[in-house]
Structure formats: C-alpha cells, structure tokens
C-alpha cells in the first residue's frame, strides 16, 4: 500500500514552458486535492476533485488545470510556468464519508522552480 | 473572511519543557478544527477536534477546543528532539467539510 504518491520529487523549468505534476493513491479514496505551500503563505488549496469526472477550483486555480479521469489519478497541469508559480505542490486524499471529516493524507511533495 | 491565526509562528525549548500551541480561528459554520505535524516533508495528521472541552490525547500531545472563545491548544508535554517540527492547524467548514483554511503554522524546535 503505497499511499499517496507524487512525481517528479524536483523539477526545473523556464518560464513559459508546461509540463505535468503526477499524482496517484492506491487507498480508492475519492476526495483529491492539490495544494501550494510557500514561507509566509501557508498551504493554499489550488484545485480538488471529489470523485472521477468532478473537479472545482480552490483558492489559487489561476494557470493550473486539473482533470480526474480515475479514481487513483489526479494530474496538475501547469499550462505555462512563471516564476510566481515556484513553490512546493502537495497532493492529498481523503474518503468522502458520512463522517465530520475524513483525514487527509498527503504526498511527498514536488520541489518545483520556475527561472 | 474565514482565517486561522497561530501562534507563536515559532518556539525553542529544551528537552524536556512543556510547550502549548495556539490556534485562533474565524470561520462560517465551523465543523471541524484539525492539527497537523510537518518535518521536512509532508504533513501527517495529529487531531481532529469537534467538540468543545473534550481533550484528545495521544502519548505526550494533547489537544481541547474552545467554540465558544474560538480557539485550540496543542500541548506538547516533556518534548523531545523528534517533536521539532511545524505543526499546522486547519479548520473545515460544514458546507464543505474538506476544503479547509490552514493556519501559517508554528515552528518548534527542541534542543537537546
């Protein structure tokens, strides 16, 4: 049971250029997230899905997509990097219960620098 | 505006003190308040806590709400080395109860 999982770890990139966060969790939990963290800023939710086919934008969307076409899967696309977007991307999931709340578990995390 | 306060954004002790966390909370139709424990990578969770005046407890870290005066405390009693860490406090919101406002965390750092 791997959990949630996140690649690439690091990643580099010049402004203007797009590339493709994974995300994937083997624990069938139907709530995915993808947040920021940055010194001062906190975690800031970018975009969330509760279940395949559904997704909704957070708090910081602008120049993310995302898209849920399974389960285990939930991509973060970076349409076209700008330094602003530098930051580390947290995945995280959850159940959607009948609970108060479901613990989110979250991924290792992908150091990513936009020069 | 909902918004989650901390404080201190940071603490250093010694092994062995008692530390207790703050967490201040605005939020619309509050459901839940969850503390979390950050080292160097990702968060994992520690309480959540719904009720006010009911203390969860695991090993040496305790927490208790306050709804009335909109406020937790994550106490952290005989603190080791291996409690350095940020811990996070979120709150969710009954209309939708995983969308949830993270403080800026507090930053604790035990020397031995």
């Known amino acids: 049971n791997a959990g949630v999982t996140q690649t690439p770890k690091f990643q580099v990139l010049k402004t203007g250029q797009s590339m493709t966060l994974q995300c994937a969790q083997d624990?069938?939990?139907?709530?995915m997230s993808w947040y920021r963290q940055d010194p001062g800023m906190g975690l800031r939710l970018i975009h969330y899905?509760?279940?395949?086919?559904?997704?909704d934008q957070g708090e910081v969307p602008n120049g993310y997509n995302v898209s849920r076409s399974t389960t285990e899967d939930f991509p973060l696309r970076l349409l076209s990097a700008a330094p602003s977007q530098t930051s580390v991307y947290f995945c995280?999931?959850?159940?959607?219960?009948?609970?108060?709340?479901?613990?989110?578990?979250f991924g290792p995390g992908t150091r990513l620098t936009v020069l | 505006e909902d918004k989650v306060v901390q404080s201190p954004l940071s603490l250093v002790v010694h092994e062995g003190d008692t530390v207790t966390l703050n967490c201040s909370y605005e939020?619309?139709?509050?459901?839940?308040l969850l503390w979390y424990k950050q080292e160097k990578k990702a968060p994992t969770f520690l309480f959540m806590l719904?009720?006010s005046g009911i203390e969860k407890k695991s090993g040496r870290l305790s927490s208790i709400l306050d709804k009335k005066e909109l406020f937790s405390i994550l106490n952290i009693t005989a603190t080791q080395t291996g409690d350095s860490a940020v811990y996070l406090c979120?709150?969710?919101?009954?209309?939708?109860?995983?969308?949830?406002?993270w403080g800026l965390g507090t930053s604790l750092a035990v020397n031995p």
């Open positions: 624990m069938n939990h139907e709530y």
């Open positions: 719904t009720s």
């Open positions: 979120a709150t969710a919101n009954a209309g939708n109860n995983r969308k949830l406002i």
């Open positions: 995280a999931s959850s159940y959607v219960g009948t609970g108060l709340y479901n613990e989110q578990f």
């Open positions: 899905s509760v279940g395949a086919g559904i997704t």
């Open positions: 939020v619309t139709n509050f459901r839940s």
